[in-house]
């Protein structure tokens, strides 16, 4: 179950399926292009329409732009502070990311190199996280942020998304940890170092594809993670990009549309995860896999 | 000898580098759920201190029809998108691997899991606006518009929006899966005379069988937490959407910090979201014993 070599045995499948192709089959085919047709659509016409005045997405949706109107990207990230959401948000990529593997890193590391009752129970309790919904412990927790003044604080923020990440991270770590080879560590001791040292400057080095995948896949969490966002965050100048969106959206609603304006905030999130996929789709897609098939 | 020292030593390294995460998981995320079960059984505004009222909350959300509803809308969204996602994609994957620009596909298909949620439900709400996309279609095509978002309807294309967002993921999941399986098999089956649905019916389906357990379990889990596309799609300016289209996430957020006039029912909401913890609790288990029997090991 373990080992994917799909590439010689899906050619040999698709062999045998080329030869009873019946009419459902190319029905199906036709469903599924459209779905990714419509998929794509949607990309295109939210970053096509960031270009257009508000007048033709209403006028004419799907004609190409009528000019560039650059004005829709500045609208959006000064008047719609979109820009104050942007900086936020990357912020907290980036040392969310950072912060959750540092924790999660030696913590997989110990639990993959060890069995026994206490360790195996450390790690289902780890995953057990996996399965709380956010919801119950947003309650306490909003309670005691508020006790200790960091409700609208990116600081505050901060610390619930490394804690709400922890349990996912540390188990697909630990998986990773345990498919790495011990005779490295062997031959480390044998050389005389420590296993403290064999972790920081064998071990970790070693394992930094499984620690980028375990970044980017908290990265993008974070990115996009609007409910912990709307229960900790209050005030504008800490909004985060997803709260930044949602808050011009829905001023827009209320006091008439610069759909223009709002495409171009829309695009401002979309296409950097757009690039991501396109630099480091596989990596991620394996990161995802990976948990689902040990 | 050297490496049973080290092993020693490395043994002594486990509770410093595990004390870290634990710490600050158990504190942060496990001891506020068993404080969000007390809440559950108070009168707690999230300001000043819990009041016992015993099963109250509970014999409250028993009759609220907000809730009756929330509960009925998760369930359906678990349940309902779940098996219609779960079908899908299976049927996706029967001819993905044979579709020309197969990057492309797999793309365009797995990138709505990658983009915020919230901009999905302003693209959603683009598309069936009274003004919007649709009609406008329907408008070429000759039909009179079609008001899509009222109260009752607008939950609908809620459940099928989540489809749409959510079937790439699946599909990759259980794509894995699915290219675990060694063709032979599939030779076995073909000389043996199996038609399509019969190597997906016995040779796909029971060696793929962990890989959907794992994924089901997946979506029940993370089903229940879905929030900003219902938000974001029938939510008005700082209002919250309408009660029929609440889940229990929405009831967790309306009945505390949500919309215009926030409620501060700590100890209400927090009943709620032990029921929806329940509910999942119940689903996996359930899903686990279904599972578990046919699994095959190859």
Known sequence: MRYARPAPRTLRRSAISRLDRSPLHRLVTVGVWAVVLFSAAALAFIVLSAFKSSAAIVAAPWAPPDGLHLENWRTAWVDGNLGRGFGNSALLVATVALATVAIAAPASYALARRSGWAVNATVVYFVLGLGIPMQIIVLPLYALMLRLGLISTLSGLFVMYVVVNLPFTVFLLTGFFGSLPSELEDAAALDGLSPNRTFWSIMLPLARGGLTTAMLLTGVNVWNETFLALMFIQTGDRYTLPLSILNYYQQQQYSGSDYGALFAAAAISVLPMVGLYAWCGRRLTIGITSGALK | ?298
């Open chain 2, 1 to 298: 000898m050297a490496t049973s020292a080290f092993a020693r030593k490395r043994r002594q390294l486990t509770i410093p580098y595990v004390i870290g995460a634990l710490v600050l998981y158990t504190a942060l995320f496990i001891a506020p759920s068993a404080y969000s079960v007390y809440a559950s059984l108070t009168d707690w505004n999230g300001i000043d201190s819990p009041r016992w009222v015993g099963l109250r909350n509970y014999v409250t959300l028993w009759s609220d029809p907000v809730f009756q509803r929330s509960i009925l809308n998760t369930a359906t969204i678990t349940l309902g998108v779940g098996v219609t996602l779960f079908v899908l994609s299976f049927v996706v994957i029967l001819v993905i691997r044979e579709l020309r620009f197969a990057r492309f596909v797999r793309g365009a298909l797995f990138l709505p899991h990658l983009v915020s949620t919230i901009v999905l439900a302003i693209f959603w709400g683009a598309l069936f606006r009274y003004d919007g996309l649709v009609n406008g279609l329907l408008d070429v095509l000759g039909v009179g518009p079609v008001t899509w978002m009222g109260p009752d309807s607008a939950f609908a294309l809620v459940l099928l929006g989540l489809v749409w967002i959510h079937l790439g993921y699946y599909v990759t999941i259980l794509l894995a899966g699915v290219d675990a399986i060694p063709a032979h098999f599939y030779e076995a089956a073909f000389l043996d005379g199996a038609g399509p649905w019969q190597r997906f019916r016995h040779v796909t389906l029971p060696l793929a069988w962990d890989v959907v357990g794992v994924a089901a379990i997946l979506w029940t889990i993370s089903s229940v937490k879905i929030f900003e596309f219902i938000l974001a799609f029938s939510g008005g300016q700082g209002a919250l959407p309408h009660v029929n289209q609440w889940n229990t996430a929405l009831f967790v957020y309306g009945k505390t910090l949500g919309g215009t006039a926030a409620a501060f029912t700590f100890g209400y909401a927090a009943a709620g979201a032990v029921v929806t913890l329940a509910f999942v609790a119940v689903l996996v288990i359930v899903v686990r014993r279904l599972m578990r029997r046919e699994s095959i090991q190859f």
